[in-house]
């Protein structure tokens, strides 16, 4: 369990991060003298843009002032340029609360509902991105090569992030690796803000940190944003390449679980490599 100088920590990291994008002269501020040290805008210059004093901003970076007010964090938002996912992570950060939760278990209308599916690819995600149930068809989509039963032991349920940087096959299938790579770290990020106490969390975490420099290195970003709805392309390696379309259904009594549904433009050669997929 995270205590609280691990959660300031997170959110000066977090603060940091943001300040390193922007560039001074961007924002009016006069620059003087040689390179800097660091990148980006500087504590004084934050808070100077922010209307708040050096040592007020240098307090709430140091998660030294739980009481920021509205007016405080908006000001701070509006100077590091953040969007709707980012200023929501840094209200997260910023008032900490404890989040409580207990063994995920699906419940039984939602299993039914992704079973109902049919030909079209359905799984449910648990908080921590661990797959809770998926249907045949998402089973085949994206790990054929697991036992389709896993999800039903939580000791051996597959776990996305897991999946995405430890597993080869997870690697080949994502034509934008990257870019699925990201946006994975990025939703776990917002999912840390959220719970902030939360040990397997910490323990994913610092598996894949040990595991996989690029997930570290993502990680150290910063990035954050919700899940990615959109389209990625996929190469099957029974099928082929598809494009599909992914769209997330958070469920909202269940905690932080989340439907994931997998879909083919109608008459597309994607749609037609699902159906092969299906036989």
Known sequence: MRDNGQVQTELGEFLRSRRALLRPEELGLPVFGGRRRVPG???????????????YYTRLEQGQSPNASDAVLDAVARVLRLDEAERAHLYT????????????????????????F?????LVMGRFTDVLAWNPMAHALLAGHLDFDAPARPADRPNIARLLFLDPRMRDLYADWPGKARSTVADLRLIAGRYPDAPELERLVGELSAASTEFADLW??????????????????????????????????????????????PGSPSEAALRLLAT
Do not use: W
């Open 41 to 55: 805008l500087r504590r004084e210059e934050l808070a100077q843009l922010a209307g708040v004093s050096a040592g």
């Open 93 to 116: 950060l910023a008032r900490p609360k404890p989040a409580t939760h207990g063994p995920e278990q699906v419940r039984t209308g939602v299993r039914l509902m992704i079973e109902s």
């Open 118 to 122: 049919g030909d079209v690819p359905a």
């Open 220 to 265: 150290s970003a910063h990035p954050v944003a919700d899940c990615e709805t959109g389209a990625r392309v996929l190469r099957h390696p029974l099928v082929g390449t598809m494009a599909l379309t992914t769209e997330f259904m958070t469920l909202p009594n269940d905690d932080g679980q989340r439907v994931a549904v997998y879909n083919a433009e």
